[in-house]
């Protein structure tokens, strides 16, 4: 399995910017984000391919947040702007051995340990 630890959550205003990070032990075909607010179901948010950098967005994100990858130091990052209220969350990093299904939180396998952002209107 592939270890994942995510870094960069906080506290930020509405309408403010975040970056997450997700440093991989190995890099993995598939690395995505999740989030879990209180009371609510883990959700897709996005999701990177490790080899050519294909990304896929869900529709409540695209065009605020961004996904992207360092392959020197096995590192995808998720660039948040625009922050909302509705962006408060638990925002945990997975890997996927393969690029099918990917907004199915049940097709990855290895997961972190969630990083805490909360968005203050």
């Known amino acids: 399995q592939v270890q994942l630890v995510e870094s960069g959550g906080g506290l930020v205003q509405a309408g403010g910017s975040l970056r997450l990070s997700c440093a991989a032990s190995?890099?993995?075909?598939?690395v995505g984000w999740f989030r879990q607010a209180p009371g609510k179901a883990r959700e897709f948010v996005a999701a990177i391919r490790w080899s050519g950098g294909s990304t896929y967005y869900a529709e409540s994100v695209k065009g605020r947040f961004t996904i992207f990858r360092d392959n020197a130091r096995n590192t995808v990052y998720l660039q948040m702007n625009s922050l909302n209220s509705e962006d408060t969350a638990v925002y945990y990093c997975a890997a996927a051995p393969d690029w099918t299904n990917i907004r199915d939180q049940y097709r990855y396998d290895s997961w972190g340990q969630g990083t805490q952002v909360t968005v203050s209107s």
């Open positions: 190995v890099s993995s075909v598939t």
